[in-house]
């Protein structure tokens, strides 16, 4: 039954003319033709003027990150000369694109550099929200207004009132976004609370519904050991980034606190008030995170924990639970199953806090950012070329699945990759230039993901917790102090998590944050709470 669901769903999502191969017949658009281009603002900024003509031939530099699942090109094939960018040359016209693939863990620094260097990209992809808060903040970018209401006809159709309500800063659209995408069965996928299912039910282990039974079910794990290795109860990886919070989403969700423990300030909304979230929870959370990792329940090296060690952790069979993605499951399980084939992992439901609280933040309204820097030289250009893209079904259709009969096949109405030849055009991530929930499922079952989707989903909503935060403007408070309280609270939750630090020393924290300007940041966002971020709130956070 769930087969013959999923083919209608693909079936009724794509059309008969799913992919059509990109022939050699396809005519050039246009492309020789160099015309007029539209003045110069004095500060540099493209003022496109009504009916302002657009030069086919123009450089157009695209700057996109880097993506795991990418371990290279084909062979002959490079960032620069490979079938989907020739293609979108083609279909579009413009044919003198640039593409540069950038390292994700860097793409701060180098846009840094970018700026700093005058020589910009006229279009930037990024999925990182603090690269769009610091640029817009720094006033870096080329507002987009004009250029939608000019270029972008097809670009205005894909996008959500959300979307543009999160990007628009006093009053001026500071992005390109492309809203989310990620669903299935109509429940929004995310990260969640994932567990060897198979130790479950060895132990007869509920799912854990409140902190108390989250404290039970991992001393169970650890003390009946069904690894027989030495279980470990939860992992995670506080390594990556230097946040001893980060990977602990199912416990501090808990505490209202997920997703946003990366901040400056962790703002929330409470009592129709804007309020920093470490005011109300920090200690309580903290008190619960210190006894689960004094008994051994969250993995003791997990403050240093890279995403490898973790799922190194996982894989050999020692890792009883960890908070990840749904993209993950498929990887862990193939390397889990080698030696344990009776392995299952599944997703859990979201555990409840004191006083209800639950839920991981809320998909971002955003799900990456088109910025434009505001002396880039080919803006109109850039936004011309996306909006033909997103005009062109078939061109968005081999630039997501490849070409059919050579990259998949269509089995009962369901796309079937080809291997190995589809898993040697993974690349061509790099060049789909937008996504959509049509566009984005058939990708994720060829990927494999659907098992663990569906498990997700089984276990409820949990993406349900509204998050502020991602319709709020980043102040010069903010950008100015943010470093250095981000790395205080570091400091502080670390020690006091591994008893470095007594839980006492939670006030000295907030004694010093004040001292670096915590109040300072406060106080700026409080502001804009009350002149645009209230209204934004009252319409937006739907229960």
């Known amino acids: 039954m769930e087969g013959k669901k999923m083919q209608k769903r693909l079936k009724v999502g794509m059309t008969s003319g799913l992919i059509v191969a990109i022939t050699a017949s396809m005519i050039l658009a246009g492309c020789s033709k160099e015309t007029e281009k539209p003045a110069q603002s004095a500060a540099g900024t493209a003022a496109p003027a009504q009916g302002a003509k657009l030069n086919k031939a123009a450089k157009i530099r695209i700057a996109v990150p880097d993506n795991a699942g990418v371990k290279g090109f084909e062979q002959g094939a490079s960032a620069n000369e490979n079938q989907f960018l020739n293609a979108i040359k083609e279909k579009t016209g413009y044919t003198n694109i640039e593409w540069n693939v950038i390292p994700a863990a860097n793409q701060l620094d180098t846009y840094n550099l970018m700026f700093a260097s005058g020589e910009v990209y006229d279009l930037i992809y990024t999925n990182d929200l603090t690269i769009f808060k610091r640029f817009s903040a720094q006033g870096a970018l080329m507002p987009v207004d004009s250029l939608i209401q000019q270029y972008g006809s097809e670009v205005s159709k894909a996008t959500t009132d959300n979307a543009w309500t999160a990007v628009t800063v006093e009053g001026k659209k500071m992005a390109i976004p492309v809203p989310p995408y990620s669903k299935y069965e109509n429940v929004d996928l995310g990260s969640g609370f994932l567990a060897r299912q198979d130790w479950m039910d060895k132990l007869g282990l509920k799912a854990p519904k409140n902190l108390d039974e989250l404290y039970t079910f991992l001393k169970t794990m650890k003390e009946k050991d069904p690894s027989g290795k030495g279980t470990i109860p939860y992992v995670a990886a506080a390594g990556n980034n230097g946040n001893p919070l980060d990977g602990l989403d199912v416990i501090t969700a808990a505490f209202g606190m997920s997703g946003i423990t990366n901040l400056a300030v962790p703002f929330i909304v409470k ?121 062109d079904k078939e061109l968005q259709k081999f630039v997501n699945y490849g070409k059919e009969g050579v990259h998949y096949e269509m089995v009962n109405n369901v796309l079937t990759p080809k291997k190995p030849a589809y898993d040697q055009i993974i690349y061509k991530l790099y ?113």
């Open 271 to 391: 009592d129709g008030k804007l309020v920093d979230a470490q005011d109300v929870y920090l200690k309580d959370m903290l008190t619960y995170l210190n006894k689960l990792y004094k008994e051994g329940l969250i993995d003791n090296e997990y403050l240093f924990n890279k995403s490898q060690q973790v799922t190194e952790k996982i894989t050999s069979g020692k890792a009883a639970s960890t908070y990840t993605g749904y993209w993950d499951p498929v990887t862990y399980l193939a390397s889990l199953n080698k030696t344990d084939p009776n392995a299952k992992l599944s997703y859990l439901p979201i555990v409840e806090g004191a006083n209800g609280l639950k839920g991981y933040s809320m998909p971002a309204p955003v799900s990456n950012f088109y910025i434009i820097p505001k002396n880039a030289k080919n803006a109109n250009e850039a936004v011309d070329l996306l909006n033909a893209y997103l005009k």
């Open 431 to 543: 060049y789909r230039m937008w996504n959509s929930p049509d566009i984005w499922l058939p990708n994720a079952i060829l990927g494999g993901y659907e098992p663990a989707m569906k498990s997700y989903a089984q276990a409820g909503p949990q993406m349900t917790a509204f998050n502020i935060n991602q319709y709020r403007p980043q102040t010069d408070a903010e950008l100015a102090k943010g470093r250095a309280l981000i790395d205080l609270r570091n400091e502080y939750v670390a020690k006091i998590i591994n008893g470095a630090l007594p839980l006492t020393a939670v006030d000295e924290y907030f004694k010093k944050a004040d001292a670096a300007g915590r109040q300072d940041v406060l106080k700026a966002s409080q502001d804009w709470f009350e002149k645009e971020g209230k209204a934004i709130y009252e319409k937006l956070n739907k229960k």
